[in-house]
Structure formats: C-alpha cells, structure tokens
T-cell receptor, first 115, second 113 residues
Framework: DVKVTQSSRYLVKRTGEKVFLECVQD?????MFWYRQDPGLGLRLIYF???????EKGDIPEGYSVSREKKERFSLILESASTNQTSMYLC??????????????FGPGTRLTVL | AQKVTQAQTEISVVEKEDVTLDCVYE???????LFWYKQPPSGELVFLIR??????QNEISGRYSWNFQKSTSSFNFTITASQVVDSAVYFC??????????FGTGTSLTVIP
C-alpha cells in the first residue's frame, strides 16, 4: 500500500513565522503535490513536483514555496505566515510522468492555524 | 467555468437506504480520467476508483457502484444499503492528460442510524 505521511496533524503558528510542512511517501513515486482545502472551495493545487528539484506552480502559489531535495520528501514552506493561510494542507503523490493522469494518494493532512 | 460539478452539497439518508452522488464534468479532451475519493472525518482522502474515458462499463465494488455516461458527461456514484461508516465527504475529480487534476467541491454525506 502507498503510504504518504505528513509531519504534523495540527499546527499553530503566529503571523510572520516561517512554517515548514513536511511530506514523505514510501512508494518511489515521481510526482508529489501540495493542496490546500477550504470549505466551499474544495482542493486547490499549490505546487506540483515531478522530480527532485523540479516543480511547477499550481493555482495558488502566492505566499508559498516548495523544496524537493530527495525523491521521497516534498516540503511546503510559508515564508511569512499570514492569517489567510489558515487551512487544511494535503500532500499527495502519484506514480510518474510529469502528468496528472495517475491516481494521487493522499496523506492525512495538516490543519494549520495562523494566529 | 467549473470543470467538475457536484451539485449536491449535503445529503442525509437513513441507514440502509441507497444514495447516489452526482458528478458532472466538462472537458474537450478525448482522453481523460475520472476519480472518486472519500474523505472521512479523520481528514485523509481515500482513493475509491479511477476510470479512463474509453471505458464506459459500469463498475461495482461491494456496495459501491459507478455509472459513467459520456453522453451526459456524468460519473455518478451509488452506495447501496448505506451504513454509518459511509458518512464522509466525497469528491469527484477529473484529470486531463496535459492539464491539472480538477476536484469538485465535494458532497457531504450523512448516514443516520
């Protein structure tokens, strides 16, 4: 079974702090994704990585950056957290191909609150 | 325009009733993929099914079944004899070969004991 883990289930940070959300997958998937989920808006893609050090912006990359130094790990960085970044963050991975056609497998999510 | 529309925001059914969750999609591609995911209260999205655009056969898996109709651009999901454990938010999604994964806004299903 695919296993995607995220470093924290719940996180509380203060405005202006730098925040790191970590995601690890154990199935040698090439593609990894970060989404945020907000009520009424569904899931929105923040960033997509299709290989180590390779990334593409999603729908809402502003205020976020990502890092992928190893194939199994994909980090989402909030350089200076703001209250409008309070949300549920979901990481996913899929097999390969720099495309979106493969099934994405999701981690348990990190519920981030920025005060 | 919404690529994936789940018009039912919330549905409540009594246990053992059948329930159908609607999903309508929009695409100009001939090759595309459709998905359903379940998100229980714990938060993790659980993959249920993936279907490609060339396979219109209906799928049944236990109490779950899916009806894919290209003529109406719909990929509906039916739960037969619903159970309390089916209570969750269900997402339909579309992926196009050279584009993104598009999620619907989800349908929240509550099964009342």
């Amino acid at each position: 079974d695919v296993k995607v883990t995220q470093s924290s289930r719940y996180l509380v940070k203060r405005t202006g702090e730098k925040v790191f959300l970590e995601c690890v997958q154990d199935m040698d998937h090439e593609n990894m994704f970060w989404y945020r989920q907000d009520p009424g808006l569904g899931l929105r893609l923040i960033y997509f990585s299709y290989d180590v050090k390779m990334k593409e912006k999603g729908d809402i990359p502003e205020g976020y950056s990502v890092s992928r130094e190893k194939k199994e790990r994909f980090s989402l960085i909030l350089e200076s957290a703001s209250t409008n970044q309070t949300s549920m963050y979901l990481c996913a991975s899929s097999l390969s191909g720099r495309s979106y056609v493969d099934t994405q497998y999701f981690g348990p999510g990190t519920r981030l609150t920025v005060l | 325009a919404q690529k994936v529309t789940q018009a039912q925001t919330e549905i409540s059914v009594v246990e053992k009733e059948d329930v159908t969750l609607d999903c309508v999609y929009e695409t100009r591609d001939t090759t595309y993929y459709l998905f359903w995911y379940k998100q229980p209260p714990s938060g993790e999205l659980v993959f249920l099914i993936r279907r490609n655009s060339f396979d219109e056969q209906n799928e049944i898996s236990g109490r779950y079944s899916w009806n894919f109709q290209k003529s109406t651009s719909s990929f509906n999901f039916t739960i037969t004899a619903s159970q309390v454990v089916d209570s969750a938010v269900y997402f339909c999604a579309l992926s196009e070969v050279d584009n993104q994964f598009y999620f619907g806004t989800g349908t929240s299903l509550t099964v009342i004991p």
